[in-house]
């Protein structure tokens, strides 16, 4: 790449989402520095009658045009490198128009190769339709019926441990040819098939399939048992995306003209900001991206990056399955005013079928919040199901001692108590109109546990930056800190379950804020409190947890730490994990109340309605 | 000249006449059956299509007891060969055959292949025809090669906010006399048998199963409890992606969900066409590529509709100016519509603290009221 940092001042990125084209223009500015100047967004042109994607990013970036006078557009497209001062020196894309990359995978054994194959998949940006495994307990022609069934746009075909038999994953590989599948655009395309299995079956593999798929043969994804390989399958599933899947969508064939770095998918763009995250930081990291019609969950945590996504998860598209996967009573107790709940199910479903609308009335905004805890409740216990210790390995050296520790090779190796940040994107927490409530839905929907930093994406800008730092990472990185990350504080909340009814002290803490003020606060069980403290400030805070409770040094062992503040400040829980709602309406209704009034969450006429 | 795109808004329409063109496609290439110029009928056929057969792959050297290397000599089907359900396709021989075993084919079909590292042979059965319906009677007025044709025809049309259930046609009979009536299983009679009936503000579940009983083809709605919907299908629905239902009847609300009075113009379209036969498809995809509900009532063409422009199924919705006809999709004003008497370009607060871009409409009551332009959905007429 030629650009250099020094020589460039304005960067234009863009985002072709599934409904919207989001464009982001950056600056190098007098004091040396990167920073983020302006946004334009217009309306995704995937579909027809239009079917030309850079129609949607010329309309995303003439907004720019008008509101800075600069001029970057010609007919051909994005002016770059500039010249006479029109055009930008640099402009990068990611895209999940037309419903992202959608991958089907499979392996051998459920537990082993095809779940490395699917972690695999969804670190790549990708949206898995379905995991297939020859003990998946489908029969033969199930599993056909549902690959020609999903007409994905890559399959990613594992299995086998290198010099292990290659029978059990060849047959895997008659299942998807039997199959036949189509690609979702169109029979004229060539499916891409990476296979990433066993090293001796790779001559079998290109001689049984022919040129029946675009092939690609990369490194195993398990060459042991002991030993997860993701690297070369992830770059196969990129350039496959790039060579095939993106050159067959409308209109990406003159979008991949306009820019000489390659287009990322928006969830992989995503997910290496929130490793940037945790190597700024050098801390373990949880993301989330809350959309319409999807939920992504990042982890890194000591050193492993791993990204799910729930395909059906959202909060327009995808609301209903919200509702379908955790059911009307999870959603109601989060509503802090009486309603029917089959008011609620037609609300949802009103909401489902004009997925664009937005609440207008605080009863609505507050049913939506509800839903969104529990998408991220959920999003989070599906992530946990792939952040798990490699399954099948033989674990060596195991003594009396390890089992009797509460870890097990079942569960997940995310310790929430480890956990330093949470940090969230997407339309719905970057649009609260209190940054308070998206700090608290953070909060409830991950019940994150002991010292947490929050933060969340200003205004969508993360996988801009995901794809500006694959070139440009020293400026992708500066923006990033000074104008993407909202830093929203901390929370402290101590492990451990509450008594309902036993009122009682869970934790006292001491801050000391910069200035010197020495605040102390005893925090009874079931309540919360936010103390103020600036972004970019830090206070000291000593926090003794009650007997049974743990906050990082063990249960009923004091902690002292330096804790960030941020626009909301540092936020005591002591609701207890899980946090406890009151199943009587009334109770419910009480509790919520006085959280929200806690925090000032909701403007008063709304909260004084349920008491 | 830089090319400009369009802005999307959302719209659903209503047309007491219009010509409109349907395209039919075949899901893979074939033949098309008819020419440009034929008249059609709703159930003819246009074009058609072979699928390839299913694949059933059979474990050879398993039944044979053979190893996987050893499959080419016991073959005694190859390649290409056509076989028939029963039929020997390997056997093993041994000890001047005192020791055999033979493997058979489970369907007709071809041998596709077999493998000497599995030890299975795939096993395709016959192709499978589909043939592609005409769905609306009308002319023919567009061949695409291979891949299917676009009829053209005079007709009343509706879309709806939500269905269930494809395609379907019957003659369309009132089952309510006002807009704002509740379609109850007691106006469900036997004479609604092929009928497409029409309700008013909701359908209950009772409602649904007796219409499914006595034969109802289709029920046209304002609106549907999901309590209701949950109970006629046994399972809840996630994302909207409907039409494959198989229950036999089409439900195509016209409003959204809850109790919605059917839009006053709407059921008067629906009761002047009365005894008529209605095109209905519940098919519902709310994603990138809207499909809505539909409701298509060929009625008989003024001499010079074929001058008229013809309205094509993925044809965007103009921009929201002053005077446009919109329904409210958000409470406090759900389901109300209106005319918009201003676009303000200035960001407003609303309830909820958000600032956005609002729209001033005029709801039928008089009623001026402030919602986000976010929150309208105009009604194409």
Same mark, same amino acid.
């Given at each position: 790449m /030629? ?5 460039? /001042? ?8 599934s ?22 967004? =217009? ?37 770059t ?6 055009g ?8 999940? =128009? ?31 339709? $379905? ?6 307990g489908r ?30 994953? +060849?047959?895997?590989? @008659? ?8 690609? !979702? ?14 090293? $001796? ?25 002991? +030993? ?17 899947v993106?050159s067959? =969508?409308p ?12 287009? +990322? ?17 050098? @801390? ?57 709940? =089959? ?30 805890? @529990?998408? #991220? ?20 050296? !195991? ?34 109109? !209190? ?6 839905? #953070? ?13 969340? $994406? /200003?205004?969508?800008m ?24 909202v ?19 869970? +934790? ?31 206070a ?9 409770? $743990? ?10 730490e ?20 009151p ?24 909260? @004084?309605?349920g008491? | ?6 802005? %999307? ?21 074939g ?10 009928s ?31 000599? *016991?073959?005694v ?7 028939s ?10 000890? &001047? ?11 007709d ?16 059965? *016959? ?7 005409? %769905? ?17 025809? %005079? ?10 259930g ?40 009772e ?24 109970? &006629?299908?046994? %399972? ?7 039409? *494959? ?22 059921f ?56 446009? &006809? ?7 004003? &759900?389901?109300?519509?209106?005319y ?8 407003? *607060? ?25 929150n ?6």
């Amino acid at each position: 790449m /030629s650009h250099q940092g020094e020589e460039m /001042s304005l960067i234009l990125a863009t985002d072709v989402g599934s409904t919207t084209t989001k464009a982001r223009l950056f600056r190098y500015t007098e004091d040396s520095e990167w920073r983020y100047v302006i946004s334009g967004e =217009a309306p995704t042109t995937v579909e027809a009658p239009f079917e030309d994607v850079t129609l949607g990013v010329r309309n995303a970036v003439g907004e720019i045009e008008e509101l800075t006078g600069l001029r970057l557009l010609s007919e051909n497209g994005i002016i770059t490198p500039r010249r006479n001062g029109d055009g930008v020196d640099l402009y990068v894309t990611t895209s999940s =128009a037309g419903g992202g990359l959608q991958m089907t995978v499979a392996g051998v054994i459920s537990t082993m190769t095809a779940e490395s194959a699917e972690r695999v998949a969804l670190g790549a940006g990708a949206i898995v339709m $379905d995991t297939l495994a020859t003990d998946d307990g489908r029969r033969v022609f199930e599993q056909i019926e549902r690959i020609r069934y999903l007409r994905p746009d890559m399959i990613l075909l594992a299995g086998g441990t290198d010099g292990g038999t290659i029978r059990h994953v +060849m047959k895997m590989a @008659e299942v998807i040819s039997s199959a036949n599948p189509t690609p !979702r655009l169109g029979r004229q395309f060539e499916l891409p098939l990476v296979f990433a299995g066993n090293v $001796d079956a790779r001559d079998p593999i290109t001689n049984f399939f022919g040129d029946q798929f675009a092939l690609e043969i990369v490194e195993n994804i398990r060459p042991e048992l002991e +030993m997860e390989n993701p690297g070369p399958a992830r770059d196969a599933i990129h350039k496959c995306f790039m060579e095939h899947v993106m050159s067959h =969508a409308p209109g990406y064939g003159k979008l991949m003209k306009w820019t000489e770095v390659p287009i +990322m998918p928006t969830p992989g763009a995503e997910g290496m900001m929130f490793q940037q995250l945790s190597r700024l930081y050098k @801390e373990n990291v949880l993301g989330v991206g809350l959309g319409g019609a999807t939920t992504n969950v990042y982890s890194v945590f000591d050193d492993r990056f791993v990204r799910t996504v729930s395909a059906n998860l959202g909060m327009s598209y995808s609301i209903c399955n919200v509702l379908k996967e955790t059911g009307i009573g999870n959603i109601v107790r989060w509503i802090p005013f009486k309603i029917e709940p =089959a008011e609620v199910v037609n609300r949802l479903r009103n909401k489902m079928t004009r997925p664009t609308a937005i609440p207008q009335t605080l009863e609505n905004l507050l049913i939506e919040h509800a839903v969104a805890r @529990e998408a #991220l409740r959920l999003g989070f216990a599906h992530h946990k199901f792939l952040a798990m210790p490699l399954r099948g390995v033989q674990v060596k050296g !195991r003594d009396i001692g390890d089992m009797f520790k509460q870890f097990s090779f079942e569960e997940t190796y995310l310790d929430m108590l480890r956990i330093s940040w949470l940090g969230g994107t997407g339309g719905l927490l970057s649009h609260a109109p !209190r940054r308070v409530q998206s700090a608290l839905m #953070l909060i409830d929907g991950f019940q994150v546990e002991g010292v947490t930093r929050l933060a969340q $994406d /200003s205004v969508f800008m993360m996988p801009h930056l995901g794809v500006l730092s694959t070139v440009q990472p020293k400026a992708a990185l500066e923006i990033f800190e000074k104008d993407c990350l909202v830093r929203l504080g901390t929370c402290i909340a101590p492990r451990g379950s509450i008594d309902p009814m036993r009122e009682s002290a869970i +934790m006292s803490v001491k801050i000391t804020t910069p200035d010197g003020t020495e605040i102390e606060e005893e925090m009874l069980s079931g309540t919360i409190k936010a103390i103020p403290l600036g972004e970019h400030q830090t206070a000291e805070v000593e926090i003794k947890p009650a007997r049974g409770f $743990d906050v990082g040094a063990g249960p009923g062992h004091s902690l002292m730490e330096s804790v960030e503040g941020g626009v909301v400040g540092i936020i005591l829980d002591a609701r207890g994990r899980p946090v406890h709602i009151p199943e009587d309406e009334d109770a419910r209704i009480e509790k919520l109340t006085g959280w929200f009034r806690a925090l000032d969450a909701y403007p008063e006429k709304m909260l @004084e309605r349920g008491g | 000249m830089i090319a400009l795109s369009q802005a %999307y808004t959302p719209g659903l329409k209503r047309k007491e006449a219009t010509l409109i063109r349907k395209t039919r496609m075949l899901p893979i290439p074939g033949k098309i059956i008819v020419g440009v110029g034929d008249t059609v009928s709703k159930d003819t056929v246009v074009a058609k299509a072979e699928t390839l057969g299913e694949p059933e792959i059979v474990k050879v050297c398993a039944i044979l007891g053979i190893d996987p290397d050893q499959i080419e000599k *016991h073959m005694v089907k190859q390649e290409g060969d056509g076989v028939s359900e029963g039929e020997a396709i390997a056997c093993y021989r041994a000890l &001047f055959g005192l020791i055999k075993s033979d493997c058979f084919s489970p369907i007709d079909g071809t041998i596709e292949s077999f493998s000497s590292i599995t030890g299975q042979a795939i096993i395709r059965s *016959h192709p499978k025809p589909i043939d592609i319906d005409a %769905y609306i009677p009308g002319k023919v007025v567009r061949i695409i090669q291979d891949e299917g044709v676009i009829i053209e025809t %005079y007709a009343a049309f509706i879309q709806g906010a939500f269905g269930i259930g494809g395609e379907n046609h019957g003659e369309i009979k009132m089952a309510s006399e006002t807009p704002s009536d509740v379609l109850t299983a007691d106006r469900i009679t036997p004479d609604c048998k092929g009928k497409v009936l029409v309700g008013g503000s909701m359908v209950t579940a009772e409602a649904l199963k007796k219409s499914l009983e006595v034969g109802a083809r289709g029920i046209l709605v304002g609106g549907i409890m999901d309590e209701d919907l949950t109970d &006629f299908l046994g %399972y809840r629905i996630g994302v909207a992606i409907t039409g *494959h239902e198989k229950t036999g009847l089409t439900l195509v609300a016209t409003e959204g969900f809850g109790r919605m009075n059917m839009l006053e113009k709407t059921f008067r379209i629906l009761q002047r066409n009365e005894g008529r036969t209605a095109c209905i498809n519940g098919a519902t995809q709310i994603r990138a590529g809207v499909i809505r509900p539909e409701v298509i009532i060929p009625i008989p063409s003024p001499g010079d509709a074929s001058a008229a422009p013809a309205l094509a199924e993925e044809e965007l919705s103009g921009g929201m100016e002053a005077g446009t &006809f919109v329904r409210i999709i958000q409470e406090p004003y &759900f389901g109300q519509v209106g005319y918009i008497c201003s676009l303000p370009p200035e960001l407003q *607060h609303v309830e909820t603290e958000s600032t956005v871009r609002i729209v001033e409409v005029e709801l039928e009551n008089g009623e001026r009221v402030k919602v986000p332009r976010a929150n309208v959905e105009i009604i194409e007429e």
